[in-house]
């Protein structure tokens, strides 16, 4: 199985990227998919998770309004569009894959890892 971020770079505040999450080895609609975030000295964070066929999202109160997350199954790749994009989202976001049922927001819920894309905002 394979993760594969990327997207990330160097951004101005107020900017945009979008995120991509290619997978590999495993059948895309069969697991609900998050993105988490982790900065230097801080611990990995939720952003934000899909379920298996798009219709439902979750988002961290820090980027509820600005980030958007789906996913085209058929294409194997998970998306996450980060527009007015803040210094503090600065950090290296992680793609990740889970089966488990109901909650999705903890790390612990998911199985599969990519190996993460820089993302860094200036001021």
């Known amino acids: 199985v394979q993760l594969q971020a990327s997207g990330g770079g160097l951004v101005q505040a107020g900017g945009s990227l979008r995120l991509s999450c290619a997978v590999s080895?495993?059948?895309?609609?069969?697991?609900?998919m998050g993105w988490f975030r982790q900065a230097p000295g801080k611990e990995r964070e939720f952003v934000a998770r899909?379920?298996?066929?798009?219709?439902?999202?979750e988002y961290s109160d820090s980027v509820k309004g600005r980030f958007t997350i789906s996913r085209e199954n058929a294409r194997n790749t998970v998306y996450l569009q980060m527009n007015s994009l803040k210094p503090e989202d600065t950090a290296v976001y992680y793609c990740?894959?889970?089966?488990?049922?109901?909650?999705?927001?903890?790390?612990?819920?998911?199985?599969?890892w990519g190996q993460g894309t820089q993302v860094t905002v200036s001021s």
């Open positions: 080895g495993l059948i895309l609609g069969n697991y609900r």
């Open positions: 990740a894959a889970s089966q488990r049922v109901g909650d999705n927001t903890a790390p612990a819920a998911y199985a599969y």
């Open positions: 899909i379920s298996r066929g798009g219709s439902s999202t």
